[in-house]
């Protein structure tokens, strides 16, 4: 339906009733003319509006697109994360099982250690209980040991017990074969240091007991072991003189002789 211009309706109005003047029909268009302009300024204001409204729906959109691409983000890295949890979490009971079996490994390698000290001490206290109760608070018994020692071959035992009497009894009558005794049971073990240290004790504390001419004879021998030839030649000589009626000299001489060979051999002797 056609609309009529607000203006011709106006005036068809007033025709109709018969009393229009100029003025009427001026006011009528004033009239007019505000109306058009108030329609003109809402239909502005229509188009304004929806322009705005599809602003708006175009902001909607994008705002909902945006929060479902978010969403999947959110989501994909939500799964991610979880997965390295349980990753984490496996790890994590895989360590846990490790440490419990290296705590379990360490708890029985030390009651093993345990175990093993308790033996030793056990052996310990039984090798103390067969030797010191039984050690002999006297001379006799102490050189009648250390001979049973020295027969079944025991050094070590045969040692502590003379060592035992010289240091109980330094001036017993069995003290210088004691001192011999020891020296000779280095020597058997082919430490000549040891054993001509003691037989240069035995010298020095025993100058005049029967065993000087022996002590004398084995320092000798192992000062050619230890190759200083020069002295062991003059100590060789020296029992030959001192002690012609000991069956030592015939040794040392024989002894001497040897040894006035090596002196110029540098491998064999170094003094």
Known sequence: MKKRPILTLALVSLLGAGCATKGDVQAVATQNTRLRSDLKAMEDRYADATKSMDGLRQVVDEANALLSRNS???????EQQTQEIALLKGKLEEAHHAIQALEKKLEDQASQVVDRVAVLEQNQQ???DKVAPTMPTDAAGLWTAAQEFQKSGERPQMRRYLNELLKGFPMDARAPAA???????????NNHRQAAGHYQKLLDDFPKSPEVAEAMYLLGVSFVELKFCTDAQSI?????RRFKASPHAKNAATQARAVRKLLDDKTRCTS
């Not at 000779?184 to 073990?189: L, T, V």
């Not at 060789?236 to 030959?240: M, R």
Request: glycine content about 8%; charged content about 30%.
């Open 72 to 78: 999947a983000d959110l989501g994909s890295k939500f």
């Open 126 to 128: 039984k090798i103390v």
């Open 179 to 189: 001192r011999l005794a020891i020296g000779k049971s280095f020597a058997d073990e």
């Open 236 to 240: 060789f000589i020296d029992v030959t």
